[in-house]
Structure formats: structure tokens, C-alpha cells
């Protein structure tokens, strides 16, 4: 049961910081809270006999269990320890949806955020039905608070500033790594030159202007040699370049106009198009569809995807009847498979069989609907 909250926290279910939501969803819980406890004043959670210190620790592996909660905070109401304002669910939403804990089906438990230890014992307490009850109320909050319109937004901004993602619409676009798995040989020639295009324009823009002057000489000279090589067979590419080189000549190297052409040069000589108006279109187009590949990757819904499937994937897979042994002071699994298990699927294990259900019925019917 340590972990019991962790499986909306940490698996990519989070709440935005705002106020008015977090006293909404605080709210949610100490109604939940007062249904369980018959509506009775909260009373300050017992101090635990020495040997209860703590919830049953996670079955530890080679690398060490979660040594975070370690005994429950006294002094502390149930329903106040679960309110919203005592959970990090801001760090919780930024390690989930924003790529700074990727959930994998090994690891340990630094996968999954920290929950305060009297947010611990106060789930503890709580009987099967009604911890059913919380995993659904904090289920069915968060996901209304993530699918805002301005978590969306907040999100959006995030991955512009972090992974240069942009929406412009764009269907269809294939990044290099699909055109190699489905075998499209002339997909992946067609990125190919438009990422050497838009390298080569990045690079005419950054380079020293006296440097780029002395490419330019180097460049010249060896394409005037293979345009007056009639044994070449693609003489002619060459007599092209010397032709749109030559105005070139008289310019300054770091006039706009002599880095422009000389990106256009670089086209012509990779087999790209000979205008400065189509060499740009291709550019502009090139790094839209990026940006527009970062944002398939990074936004929200398909974070949401990624992080949902992995979650029902693994959680499925719980055996909640492994048997366990106490060594040493630790609760490890007898089967070395269940053992070898990361923190999600312990989490579950902890967790028991009716909440990890609840928490699957929810992350499939929100896959449903994305």
C-alpha cells in the first residue's frame, strides 16, 4: 500500500498547480475521506508499535529497495494528509508528461515520485473498498485537470522551449527512422538531401564571414577545373555551379546576399534545386516538418498514449499472489522473475489486486478517448 497513490501520481497522471484545482481536487478528497470515516472529526493517526513502523517495505532488488517512506507521520488527520495541497503533484506531472522519468518496465523506485509518508499511512488505513474510491477520485480529477485547456497550452509552450516542437498542421510527415523501417528508399533519399540542405544553409549562416570566403575560393577553383574536364560525365553540374558562382565574386562574404547564393551553390552541388526561391521554400518546409515530428513525439496526448500503455501493460501483468519471504529485514519475492520486477509492477503488487484494477479500467477507458 506505500505506493498506492503513485499509480496516478507517477504514471503520468498529474495536476496542473492552480489554485482553484488543487482546492477542487483537495476538496474531492476530504469528501471521500469523510464518507470513510463515517463523517466523524478526524482524529490524529495512532503512533505505531515499533514493529509497525512502517507499511511492509517494497520486495527490495539487487539494487536496493525504496528506503523514502520510511514510518508515517503522526499528528496527521487522514483526510488532510490525502488533500492535494500535501502531494507533489506539480513535480509529479513535470517527471510524468514532460520526459524527466520515462516509465519502463525495469527500474527502481526513483521512477516513481516521492509520496509524503503520511499521505502513505493515511491510504494504509484505509479498508479495500474505499481505497477502490480514492484510486477513482483521484483518477477521475486528474485526468480532468490534464485534458484542460490550459494544462494543453502550458504543455505546448514546454515542448517548444525544450524539444523545438511546433503544431503547423502538418499529416503525414515520416522522420528518417520510419522511412528506414518501412524500406522507402526514395523517402529517405528526399529527407536526406533536405537535411543536407538545411545543414548547409545553418551552417553558410554561422560560419565567420572570411571563412566562408575562402570555402567559397577553394570550392570555385576545383569546379572550374571539372567544368573544363570534358571527360566528366557530369560536366554540366559543374558548369552550372560556375555560372551561378560568378556573382558571387564581387560580394562581400558577409553580405545576406553572398550567404544566400553560396547556400544555393551547395544545392546544385548535391543534386538539390538551382533557385534561391526554391532552395529556401525546401528549407522552410524541412524545418516545419522537424518541428512538427518533435510535437507527434511530445505533446500531451501522445505522452498520455505512451505512458497509459505502458501503465495497463505492466499493471496487467501483476501476479498478486507471488509469495514472498522476509530476509535480512527485507520482504523479497521466492520466484528470482518476480524479483527482477521494477518499481511499477511492485508498486502494483503493493498496492493489491482491487486498486490496481481500478487504475487499469481508468487508464483504458482514458486511452478510449484519445
Known amino acids: ?46 503512533q ?17 529497495g525504496d528506503t523514502r517512506d520510511t514510518a508515517p507521520a503522526t499528528g496527521k488527520a487522514a483526510a488532510s494528509a490525502l488533500d492535494v495541497s500535501e502531494l507533489p503533484v506539480r513535480q509529479s506531472a513535470d517527471q510524468a508528461l514532460r520526459g524527466r522519468v520515462r516509465i519502463r518496465e525495469s527500474g527502481d523506485w526513483d521512477q516513481l515520485p516521492f509520496i509524503p509518508p503520511a499521505a502513505v499511512a493515511a491510504a494504509y488505513a484505509l479498508g479495500e473498498s474505499a481505497q477502490v474510491a480514492l484510486v477513482e477520485t483521484v483518477g477521475t480529477a486528474l485526468k480532468s485537470t490534464v485534458m484542460s485547456a490550459a494544462f494543453m497550452a502550458d504543455h505546448d509552450e514546454y515542448i517548444q522551449r525544450q524539444h523545438q516542437a511546433v503544431n503547423h498542421g502538418l499529416t503525414g510527415v515520416v522522420s528518417m527512422e520510419e522511412a528506414v523501417k518501412r524500406n522507402d528508399l526514395k523517402a529517405l533519399e528526399a529527407i536526406q538531401l533536405r537535411q543536407t540542405l538545411v545543414a548547409q544553409i545553418e551552417l553558410s549562416r554561422s560560419v565567420p564571414a572570411d571563412y566562408l570566403k575562402t570555402q567559397f575560393d577553394e570550392e570555385l577553383a576545383d569546379w572550374r577545373k571539372q567544368a573544363a574536364n570534358t571527360g566528366r560525365r557530369n560536366r554540366a553540374k559543374y558548369q552550372k555551379l560556375v555560372a551561378a558562382a560568378q556573382p558571387l565574386e564581387g560580394l562581400a562574404p558577409g553580405d545576406e546576399k553572398f550567404r544566400r547564393g553560396y547556400a544555393v551553390l551547395k544545392s546544385i ?70 524479483e527482477r520486477q521494477g518499481a511499477l509492477w511492485k508498486a502494483c503488487f503493493r498496492a493489491g489486486e482491487a486498486p490496481t484494477s481500478a487504475a487499469i479500467k481508468l487508464a483504458r477507458a482514458w486511452l478510449a478517448e484519445l
Do not use: W
Not at 482553484?20 to 475521506?33: N, P, S, T
Not at 515499533?50 to 520486495?59: D, K, Q
Open 48 to 64: 505505531p508499535a515499533p514493529e509497525e513502523a512502517a507499511p511492509s517495505p517494497a520486495p527490495a532488488t539487487s539494487g536496493g
Open 1 to 46: 500500500m506505500q505506493r498506492l497513490i503513485a499509480l496516478f501520481l507517477g504514471l503520468s497522471l498529474a495536476v496542473a498547480a492552480s489554485t482553484g484545482v488543487e482546492a477542487q481536487l483537495g476538496g474531492l478528497l476530504r469528501k471521500k475521506a469523510g464518507e470513510v470515516l463515517g463523517k466523524k472529526p478526524p482524529a490524529p493517526a495512532p
Open 269 to 338: 552541388e548535391n543534386d538539390g534545386p538551382d533557385t534561391e526561391a526554391a532552395v529556401f521554400a525546401l528549407y522552410d518546409r524541412e524545418k516545419k516538418e522537424q518541428e512538427q515530428l518533435a510535437y507527434d513525439q511530445h505533446n500531451l496526448k501522445g505522452q498520455l498514449k505512451q505512458h497509459l500503455t505502458a501503465f495497463v501493460a505492466i499493471a496487467s501483468k501483476v501476479n498478486f499472489s507471488a509469495p514472498t519471504v522476509e530476509k535480512n529485514g527485507k520482504t523479497l519475492f521466492v520466484n528470482p522473475a518476480d
